[in-house]
C-alpha cells in the first residue's frame, strides 16, 4: 500500500484547508485511515481518523467541530477538511493506514503504512 498525501499550503488564521490522502495498492476493507501532524520541536500527534468502510470519524479533542474526516472508498481517497485554522495548527500532516480496530485507531504505532507530509502553515 502507498500513500499520497496532498493539499498543505499557508492560510491565514480562520482559513481552511483541505487535505487529501490517495491510496493505491491492496486497501482492505478493514483498514482505517488516519492523519496525524508534527509541529516542530513537538511529538506527532494524533488529528483524525475513519474506518474505510465508516462514516464516522474519530477526532483529536483540539480539531474536534472544526475538521472533518471522510473517506471516498471508490476513488480509495481519504480527506481532511480543516476549518477555522488557527497557528497552532501548523505543522506536517501525515496520512498513515493499517488493519486497526476502534480501540487503537488513535495510535501512530499500530499502523502500518505512511504518506510523505504536507506542510501546513498558519499566519496569525
Known amino acids: 500500500v502507498q500513500l499520497q498525501a496532498s493539499g498543505g499550503g499557508l492560510v491565514q488564521a480562520g482559513g481552511s484547508l483541505r487535505l487529501s490522502c490517495a491510496a493505491s495498492g491492496r486497501i482492505s476493507s478493514s483498514y482505517a485511515m488516519g492523519w496525524f501532524r508534527q509541529a516542530p520541536g513537538k511529538e506527532r500527534e494524533f488529528v483524525a481518523a475513519?474506518?474505510?468502510?465508516?462514516?464516522?470519524?474519530y477526532y483529536a479533542y483540539s480539531v474536534k467541530g472544526r475538521f472533518t474526516i471522510a473517506g471516498d472508498g471508490a476513488k480509495n481517497t481519504a480527506y481532511l477538511q480543516m476549518n477555522s485554522l488557527k497557528p497552532e495548527d501548523a505543522a506536517v500532516y501525515s496520512c498513515?493506514?493499517?488493519?486497526?480496530?476502534?480501540?487503537?485507531?488513535?495510535?501512530?504505532?499500530?499502523?502500518?503504512?505512511w504518506g510523505q507530509g504536507t506542510q501546513v502553515t498558519v499566519s496569525s
Open positions: 498513515a493506514a493499517g488493519s486497526i480496530g476502534l480501540a487503537t485507531i488513535r495510535f501512530a504505532s499500530e499502523y502500518d503504512y
Open positions: 475513519v474506518k474505510w468502510r465508516g462514516t464516522s470519524g
